[in-house]
């Protein structure tokens, strides 16, 4: 048995000074390796691997192949217990592109009962990560590659892919810099960069980001402010929030008025949860607002006005552009601020949240904003 948290460490200070240096002689093998670690739209597969190479590596008699307990018999090993105690508090420390969250609870690695054999077909997409990811193990396995040398490499290719993106950031934000000393964008310029930003794929955290901009730009004109954002992942019930957005009086923990987003239209039943949700606080919420980016039906819209009458508290139903529109127009002189603090918002958001290409296309689109100016 090893200290996993201290190999983790070693092999980062291995590898950090000198990224150019190959652990894995087969070209065709480190590609396979590099094409899981640089999937975009899965990083669930990156921390599966590390997790199951640090359970080999702490004790080389486990089945690699087997990092469920729920499959029974000699050489299984729980590859949760590694992703959660080890994995995790070491991507979050170095900042390594990864998720910040458990491999092992993403659909296509949950609840599996059986040995992972190259035959096994894993649904999820893109199908090669999870092909690679079956044959690694295999080759391990079978002691054609050396877990040591497997998870160095994966390491890696992480410091690579994450210079390469703090250096296009970097960049952009230069380019950004050079622009200071033209004309503020207008509020209709702002919402169509907005709007550009939210028609990418994967921008269902955006909406949140917007809402907490407008208030954070204004909070010492109107005094009150949002509270400091709960991960896009987990879940109210985990962080004991009430909504997306909780905004409070300055100088008071009391929250006054919720945001809920949703990337889908609100119906009646969203409502209704949201009243039992308000019903078992101790204090009073003045307004609880939905915020989307769908259609918003009449039928919905006239129920949410009649819960006033009932139960005192304002139940509204915006337009996520709308909202930002009237905001913008309303507070016309702290425009730039609100794009300045949305901007900050976003690249501080995880890649799990906020996409780097997310990130970045919103940084090239304010550019090119400011450039037609």
Avoid at 27 to 36: M, Y
Avoid at 181 to 199: A, F, G, K
Avoid at 304 to 331: M, P, Q, T, W
Wanted: glycine share 4%; net charge neutral; with cysteine.
């Amino acid at each position: 048995m090893t200290d996993p948290a201290a190999l983790l460490e070693k092999y980062y200070q291995d590898v950090r000074p000198k990224p150019d240096k190959c652990f894995i002689d087969g070209a065709e093998l480190r590609a396979k390796i590099e094409f899981v670690c640089r999937c975009l739209t899965n990083k669930a597969p990156i921390r599966f691997l590390m997790a199951c190479l640090l359970g080999k590596l702490d004790d080389s008699k486990v089945d690699i192949r087997k990092p469920y307990t729920e499959i029974g018999g000699k050489g299984t090993y729980s590859g949760r217990a590694y992703d959660e105690q080890f994995v995790e508090p070491f991507v979050i420390k170095y900042k390594l592109p990864t998720n910040p969250t458990t491999a092992f609870l993403t659909p296509a690695f949950r609840n599996i009962d059986r040995k992972l054999t190259t035959d096994l077909v894993l649904v999820g997409r893109p199908r090669q990560v999870y092909t690679n990811v079956l044959e690694l193990l295999d080759l391990v396995q079978r002691g054609k590659v050396a877990p040591s040398d497997a998870l160095k490499e994966i390491i890696r290719f992480l410091l690579i892919i994450k210079s390469e993106n703090e250096t296009r950031m970097k960049q952009l934000l230069r380019e950004l810099k050079h622009s200071e000393d033209t004309l503020p964008l207008s509020s209709e310029q702002t919402v169509t960069l907005l709007q550009q930003n939210l028609s990418s794929k994967n921008s269902s955290r955006l909406p949140v980001l917007m809402v907490a901009a407008a208030y954070l730009s204004v909070k010492d004109r109107i005094g009150e402010t949002a509270l400091p954002l709960q991960s896009h992942t987990a879940a109210d019930s985990q962080t004991g929030s009430i909504g997306d957005v909780e905004v409070t009086l300055i100088n008071d923990d009391q929250i006054v008025t919720c945001y809920e987003m949703k990337d889908k239209r609100v119906t009646i039943v969203d409502i209704e949860n949201a009243l039992k949700k308000i019903s078992t606080l101790k204090y009073r919420v003045d307004n609880y607002i939905f915020i989307t980016t769908d259609v918003i039906e009449y039928e919905v819209n006239e129920y949410a006005k009649s819960v006033y009458n009932k139960s005192g508290i304002e139940i509204a139903v915006l337009d996520c552009i709308g909202f930002v529109r009237h905001f913008l127009h309303f507070f016309h002189r702290y425009r730039t601020s609100f794009l300045d603090i949305y901007q900050s918002l976003v690249l501080a958001e995880p890649d799990s949240s906020v996409s780097q290409p997310l990130k970045e296309a919103f940084l090239v689109l304010r550019k090119a904003a400011e450039s037609d100016k």
